[in-house]
């Protein structure tokens, strides 16, 4: 079917992904302003829900609100998905009843499942490949604080996982280097890494990442899945954790962000994540206003 999804960065252009978080600053300013504005009347949004989720759900849920339409929150453990049922079929009932889709699950190969069975357009809310709403929003954040991200060196610092995967593919399309810190055994996917090695390169020691960095990013070390994995690795992650010592290797100027949830005293210290550098707030808040303009863009344009 010929509908424009929204699964991964790498299937929208440099153009359109910054005129998203163009967008996304406008929309940001036009709700502060208290403007009323409406676009998506009558449109409703579902939400497929497979795993666990605050920021996503909330966001998705107000941008409808806000725009005048509304949102339908499915989960797995309430639907006739968590029963089996297949992944094609609802799709394809959903698509008839509801004007755009969003979904949050494990394998990304049931996303693109879904997709292809979708009759209106599908959002990827984090699979256990990628998360590419929230870069729209790290990347809105890093543009309202410091400008252009385009030249600029960001260090991932931890696992090699879905948001790193999205950071690779938003330093090809906005421009920026990216030095990935992570434990051997812990890699980003080795065909993502053979297409962005022109901007990301991985480099093991988490100092060496934060040199002159512009900003400094990580994530849990156990992602939802893998948590009988928690133990295992906090022991391999030990040396990763973003603290004063790595922020001191940045730029003085140098912003932290975090998609959260997150685990101080793990991969971050209560004093970074709660210091002057970090921006983790305005990068939650974010995801409303980048969803927005991306909502806007699949429904209404
Ligand atoms: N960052 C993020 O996606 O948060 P949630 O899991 O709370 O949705
Ligand atoms: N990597 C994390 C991101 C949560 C928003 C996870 O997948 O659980």
């Known amino acids: 079917m010929s509908v424009r999804h929204f699964l ?12 998203l978080v163009a967008r996304a600053i406008e929309l940001k300013a036009m709700r502060q302003r208290g403007e009323q504005y409406a676009p998506l009347k009558n449109k409703v949004l579902g939400m497929v829900f497979e795993k ?13 609100v806000q725009m005048g339409g509304g949102a339908i929150f499915l989960s797995s453990r309430d639907t006739q998905l968590g029963r089996g049922e297949p992944v094609e079929d609802t799709a394809r009932v959903l698509s008839r009843m509801v004007d755009v889709i969003m979904v949050r699950t494990f394998a990304h190969e049931k996303i693109e499942r879904f997709a292809a069975s979708s009759s209106v357009p599908v959002i990827n809310a984090l699979t256990d490949l990628s998360h590419p709403c929230q870069l729209l929003a790290d990347i809105q954040t890093y543009v309202e604080h410091r400008g252009s991200i385009a030249g600029r060196t960001v260090a991932w610092i931890g696992d090699g996982n879905n948001m790193c995967h999205s950071y690779m593919e938003a330093a090809l399309r906005f421009g920026f280097k990216l030095r990935i810190a992570c434990p051997e055994g812990f890699d980003p ?3 993502l890494l053979s297409k962005t090695a022109a901007v990301a390169e991985i480099v093991r020691d988490p100092l060496l990442a934060a040199e002159q960095a512009d900003l400094v990013v990580t994530d849990v070390w156990a992602s939802m899945g893998q948590e ?13 954790q973003v603290s004063d010592e790595v922020m001191a290797h940045a ?4 912003l932290f962000m975090h998609c959260l949830p997150a ?3 793990e991969e971050v210290s209560a004093a970074v994540i709660d210091g002057p550098q970090s921006v983790v707030w305005d990068e939650a808040e974010n995801r409303l206003h ?10 209404v344009c």
Do not use: C, I, N, P
């Open 263 to 265: 685990h101080r005293g």
């Open 8 to 19: 991964s960065l790498a299937d929208w252009s440099s153009a359109e992904l910054e005129q």
């Open 251 to 254: 730029k003085s100027d140098a």
């Open 52 to 64: 666990s989720s605050t920021r996503t759900r909330v966001s998705f849920e107000s941008a409808m």
């Open 228 to 240: 009988e994995e928690q133990v295992a690795r906090e022991r391999a992650f030990d040396a990763y």
């Open 189 to 191: 996917d080795s065909q």
């Open 290 to 299: 980048a969803q927005k303009a991306l909502l806007e863009k699949l429904v």
